[in-house]
C-alpha cells in the first residue's frame, strides 16, 4: 500500500485540497449568506430542506473530505490500480460532487439564477458515463462493482457482469443528459439508477445459474 500511496499522493493531496474551496469561498461570503441556508431542493428548484450557515460553510465540506478521504483508503488498500480500479479518476469524484452542490447552494443563498434539478441531473449523468467506462476494466475486489457471492467467486461471471454493468451506465448516462433537460423527466430519470444495477444484477444471477445447472 506504501507504494500505491507514493504513486498516488499528488493527486491525492490536490484532490483534498481542492475540497478545501467552498469553505474558503464561503468565509470571503460569510456577510452575504443568510443565517439559514437553504441545502435541499424538489424538482422544481423549491427548497425543502435548510442547514445552518455554519454547517455549509465548515459542516459539509469536513464530512465530504472525511469520505473522500475514507473512500481512497479502501480503494488503495484492495491494491488500487492493480485491480483495474482507475485511482486517478476516483480521486476527483467527491471533489467534483463537492464543488457543484456546495456551487449550488451559495448561487441560490445570493439568490442568482440556478436550475439545481438540471445541474443535479447532469451531474449524475456524467458519473454515469464516467463510472460506465471503467466498469468493465475493474478486477475483482471488496470495493468497488457489483459484489455479490457469485461475482466474487468467479472472475468469468464478474468480467461478463461488469461489461453488462458498463454499458447500462453509459446508456443511463447519456439518457440522463439527455433528459436533464425536460422537467417534467427529471423525477423518472433518478429511477435509472436502480435499472442500472438491476440488469447487470440479473443478468449475472441467471448466468450463474446457467452455469451451475451445466456443471
Known amino acids: ?4 500511496l507514493k504513486r498516488y499522493k499528488w493527486s491525492l493531496l490536490l484532490s483534498s485540497m481542492v475540497m478545501l474551496l467552498p469553505t474558503v469561498a464561503g468565509l470571503a461570503l460569510w456577510n ?3 443565517e439559514v441556508v437553504a441545502t435541499h431542493f424538489d424538482f422544481d428548484n423549491v427548497p425543502n430542506g435548510w442547514s445552518p450557515k455554519w454547517v455549509v460553510v465548515f459542516g459539509i465540506p469536513a464530512f465530504l473530505l472525511v469520505l473522500h478521504l475514507l473512500c481512497l483508503w479502501a480503494i488503495l488498500r484492495v ?3 492493480e ?3 482507475p485511482v486517478g479518476l476516483l480521486c476527483w469524484i467527491v471533489p467534483f460532487i463537492c464543488l457543484l452542490t456546495e456551487g449550488m447552494v451559495y448561487a ?7 436550475d439545481i434539478g438540471l445541474i443535479a441531473c447532469l451531474m449524475m449523468g456524467v ?3 464516467a463510472l460506465g467506462n471503467f466498469l468493465p476494466k475493474c478486477r475483482v475486489n471488496s470495493v468497488c462493482g457489483i459484489r455479490v457471492p457469485w461475482t466474487m467467486n468467479d472472475p468469468d461471471i464478474w ?3 461488469h461489461r453488462v454493468a458498463g454499458i447500462c451506465m453509459v446508456a443511463c448516462g447519456v439518457a440522463i ?3 436533464a433537460w425536460f422537467e417534467s423527466l427529471r423525477v423518472v430519470l433518478f429511477g435509472l439508477f436502480f435499472v442500472a444495477v438491476l440488469v447487470p444484477l440479473v443478468y449475472s444471477y441467471v448466468i450463474y445459474k446457467k452455469k451451475a445447472f451445466l456443471d
Open 1 to 4: 500500500m506504501k507504494q500505491t
Open 32 to 34: 452575504r449568506l443568510p
Open 79 to 81: 491494491g488500487g490500480g
Open 83 to 85: 485491480k483495474g480500479l
Open 108 to 114: 441560490y443563498a445570493l439568490e442568482l439564477a440556478v
Open 127 to 129: 458519473l454515469f458515463v
Open 159 to 161: 468480467a461478463r457482469t
Open 177 to 179: 443528459l439527455i433528459g
